[in-house]
């Protein structure tokens, strides 16, 4: 599908679609990732943003060659230290001047030459949805087939703010296309530099905030699940750590700040209500302290006492039940 542009300045400037191409540590896959960009048939205006976040490895030695007969739209960032996912993938979020916005990680791929065609041609005329994932095939770092049991995304339909409170996205970050909610580089204060805590799960909740998400049943795009040896998320964090947890803690209560101070709805201020409580709650029950006082100050706070409190009771026997059935 052609996008038809209004012939003014802004829109000449402007393009519709931005890549935000990042890359770190990714020597082995960064130009498989780079060939599947150029095997995109975009049939619309855009402009590629690459940020090398000062990898230990050839990653930017491989991206400063292929610079040299890259397109004009093709814009790249080489950093003079390393910033982290968190600041690196802001960064050029806060730069991107397209409608749309994608994220490509170095060592992911599309696999679909009409992925982003598709993908834009539906929220062009579907005002109503913010976003557009599909599914992917998972690998690892070989690229052999591994199980898609990892990816804790919706499969198909519509995705809406109440799908994230049962731990689910949209979908993998080379599958999410959305509108570019993030010129406003404000959105980023709720992250308070928590570096810990992946970046795709703030931004599947910024954009359910803004309209629905349109899932599409088709692997787009190939995602790399690599858990020994590499500079991946599910490489280096432990998730059942002291630190992460403490890391989600600081994360809910930032997306339930970000509800309350946007005017995000009913529906997203309690979503981030109630699991900002229960991270609370585990942290305030395994700290230590377990200041009463500190626990009902806290609790005074809740807009919605009543639905958050009953939603947490029935997580709690969910969990007690889960936990006996996986005993015996």
């Not at 679609?17 to 960064?30: G, P």
């Not at 040299?68 to 993938?89: C, V």
């Not at 916005?101 to 598709?118: A, H, M, Q, R, T």
């Not at 970000?258 to 997203?268: L, P």
Request: include cysteine.
């Amino acid at each position: 599908m052609q996008i038809m542009e209004k012939k003014n300045e802004k829109k000449e400037t402007e393009p519709v679609l931005t890549i935000i191409f990042v890359v770190y540590n990714h020597e082995k896959y960064v130009l498989k990732a780079l060939k599947s960009i150029e095997e995109q048939r975009i049939e619309c205006t855009y402009e590629v943003i690459v940020g090398e976040d000062h990898s230990m490895d050839r990653s930017g030695e491989i991206l400063r060659r292929y610079q040299n007969n890259a397109p004009k739209n093709w814009h790249f960032l080489y950093r003079d230290h390393n910033l982290g996912m968190l600041r690196n993938i802001s960064d050029l979020l806060y730069r991107a001047r397209g409608k749309y916005v994608i994220v490509l990680e170095g060592d992911d791929y599309w696999i679909y030459p009409d992925k982003l065609n598709s993908q834009i041609a539906f929220l062009e005329e579907h005002a109503e949805y913010s976003g557009c994932a599909h599914g992917v095939r998972v690998i690892d770092a070989d690229g052999n087939d591994r199980p898609a049991g990892y990816i804790h995304g919706k499969r198909s339909g519509t995705y809406g703010v109440r799908d994230y409170l049962h731990e689910l996205l949209p979908g993998q970050t080379a599958s999410f296309l959305y509108r570019n909610y993030f010129r406003e580089g404000r959105l980023f204060q709720y992250l308070n530099n928590n570096a810990l805590y992946p970046m795709d799960r703030f931004i599947a909740f910024v954009i359910a905030s803004k309209g629905k998400i349109r899932c599409i049943d088709q692997e787009w795009s190939a995602y790399r699940y690599i858990t020994d040896g590499g500079s991946s998320f599910s490489a280096t964090v432990d998730c059942n750590s002291d630190e992460y947890a403490k890391s989600a803690l600081q994360y809910h209560r930032s997306i339930y700040a970000y509800a309350i101070t946007e005017n995000c709805g009913k529906d997203c201020i309690k979503v981030s209500e109630k699991l900002y409580y229960r991270s609370f709650l585990r942290d305030w029950a395994t700290g230590g302290g377990r200041n009463l006082r500190v626990l009902f100050c806290e609790l005074k706070k809740m807009k919605y006492p009543v639905t958050t409190l009953l939603w947490m009771v029935g997580e709690f026997f969910r969990l007690i039940i889960y936990e006996r059935n996986r005993r015996f």
